[in-house]
């Protein structure tokens, strides 16, 4: 069996659809016995679903104008509380 060091080091191979069958199954026989990276597996296969999603989707521009406003106003009230330091 694989250990989970070397399981880590071959995730994004088994996380890649073009991955050699055989290699897929001894990483598969790993997270089928570790819980801990099977954990580790799911939340990086989610992680990177919601990646792509994002990807495939822009931010409407009244959401995008109302982000950079308010990013805006954190950064004038960051100065401000800062010249009322000094
Ligand atoms: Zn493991």
């Given at each position: 069996?694989?250990t ?13 659809a ?5 290699i ?15 954990v ?10 919601v ?7 822009t931010?409407?521009?009244d959401?995008h ?15 401000e509380?800062r010249?009322?330091?000094?």
């Amino acid at each position: 069996m694989l250990t989970c060091k070397e399981f880590l080091a071959e995730l994004s191979d088994f996380l890649d659809a073009e991955t050699d069958a055989a290699i897929r199954s001894k990483l598969e026989s790993h997270i089928a016995q570790c819980p801990n990276c099977f954990v580790i597996c799911d939340t990086t296969k989610k992680t990177i679903s919601v990646y792509k999603g994002m990807k495939s989707c822009t931010i409407p521009e009244d959401v995008h104008d109302r982000l950079m406003a308010a990013v805006e106003r954190k950064i004038a009230a960051k100065k401000e509380s800062r010249s009322t330091e000094a």
